[in-house]
């Protein structure tokens, strides 16, 4: 979870903005907030050790780059995406499903950060940031955690095998949100969330952290333009409306029953 005031500013990681570009007021302004990075890199929630990719600097984002097909048969760029269109991702039963996009947690063009990019043994591959959360066999995990052999989920409802992991560098971060929080990336099953740089997600509760934040966006899949609407959805930023959720879970922090609390060591060993 597009800085237009701000001129000529750029910002931080994924999980915040670069800042904007023409500076401009109105109506949309309230809605972006530039310059704002949710940071997520070393001691931050995904900040384990023996984690891929921890650099401090990566967000929690996908890459522009990849595919998205939406219900009518397309197949475009996720950062081409506009408010309202259904895009495909499954359900529970690994069915395929449409899922409207309400819009972006996070949108920047110009920020260059490096992804990992999973590639499947039926060739299938998605780029995201470290700390972004994808969906693997029966839970879900942080994209940092992932391991050759894990099982991730493809559009045609099969499991299929992680062949290599590895690491690149892209312009372009954009962290959209859709009505069932999921989301097929080059036809790969993802999460629309990521942990920020404030907690730390215990690895066995990915899962539970995953439908708190679904739970937390209600407001917005009720009144959708709270987040997003035609003007705001091409500008660069972090929106207000996650940021305000972060804000409240900073307050909560220590009650989360996803978090590693104090003195308890979990490791994840080096890949």
Same mark, same amino acid.
């Given at each position: 979870?597009?800085?237009?005031?701000?001129?000529?500013?750029?910002?931080?990681?994924?999980?915040?903005?670069?800042?904007?570009?023409?500076?401009?007021?109105?109506?949309?302004?309230?809605?972006?907030?530039?310059?704002?990075?949710?940071?997520?890199?070393?001691?931050?929630?995904?900040?384990?050790?023996?984690?891929?990719?921890?650099?401090?600097?990566?967000?929690?984002?996908?890459?522009?780059?990849?595919?998205?097909?939406?219900?009518?048969?397309?197949?475009?760029?996720?950062?081409?995406?506009?408010?309202?269109?259904?895009?495909?991702?499954?359900?529970?039963?690994?069915?395929?499903?449409?899922?409207?996009?309400?819009?972006?947690?996070?949108?920047?063009?110009?920020?260059?950060?490096?992804?990992?990019?999973?590639?499947?043994?039926?060739?299938?591959?998605?780029?995201?940031?470290?700390?972004?959360?994808?969906?693997?066999?029966?839970?879900?995990?942080?994209?940092?955690?992932?391991?050759?052999?894990?099982?991730?989920?493809?559009?045609?409802?099969?499991?299929?095998?992680?062949?290599?992991?590895?690491?690149?560098?892209?312009?372009?971060?954009?962290?959209?949100?859709?009505?069932?929080?999921?989301?097929?990336?080059?036809?790969?099953?993802?999460?629309?969330? #990521?942990?920020?740089?404030?907690?730390?997600?215990?690895?066995?509760?990915?899962?539970?952290?995953?439908?708190?934040?679904?739970?937390?966006?209600?407001?917005?899949?009720?009144?959708?333009?709270?987040?997003?609407?035609?003007?705001?959805?091409?500008?660069?930023?972090?929106?207000?409306?996650?940021?305000?959720?972060?804000?409240? #879970?900073?307050?909560?922090?220590?009650?989360?029953?996803?978090?590693?609390?104090?003195?308890?060591?979990?490791?994840?060993?080096?890949?």
């Amino acid at each position: 979870e597009s800085g237009d005031s701000g001129k000529g500013r750029r910002g931080g990681g994924c999980g915040g903005g670069a800042g904007g570009d023409a500076g401009e007021d109105g109506e949309d302004a309230w809605r972006i907030v530039p310059g704002f990075s949710f940071g997520g890199g070393k001691g931050g929630k995904a900040g384990l050790q023996g984690e891929r990719g921890q650099d401090g600097e990566a967000g929690s984002c996908f890459s522009g780059t990849n595919l998205i097909e939406t219900s009518d048969g397309q197949t475009i760029l996720l950062k081409d995406l506009k408010v309202g269109q259904a895009v495909m991702t499954l359900d529970a039963q690994g069915n395929l499903i449409p899922t409207d996009f309400l819009g972006w947690l996070h949108r920047d063009t110009r920020q260059t950060t490096k992804f990992l990019e999973i590639t499947t043994s039926h060739g299938e591959y998605i780029s995201l940031t470290p700390e972004h959360i994808i969906m693997v066999g029966s839970y879900m995990k942080l994209a940092s955690h992932v391991k050759v052999g894990d099982l991730l989920h493809s559009k045609d409802g099969s499991l299929c095998p992680v062949t290599s992991i590895s690491e690149i560098t892209n312009s372009g971060v954009f962290s959209p949100l859709t009505i069932t929080s999921t989301i097929l990336i080059n036809g790969l099953l993802a999460s629309c969330f #990521a942990s920020t740089n404030s907690f730390m997600i215990d690895p066995d509760m990915v899962d539970i952290y995953h439908n708190q934040a679904h739970s937390s966006f209600s407001l917005v899949r009720a009144i959708p333009w709270i987040l997003e609407n035609d003007q705001s959805q091409v500008k660069d930023g972090v929106r207000r409306f996650p940021i305000f959720l972060k804000g409240v #879970a900073d307050i909560m922090a220590g009650s989360f029953s996803w978090e590693i609390k104090k003195g308890i060591n979990k490791t994840i060993g080096v890949i």
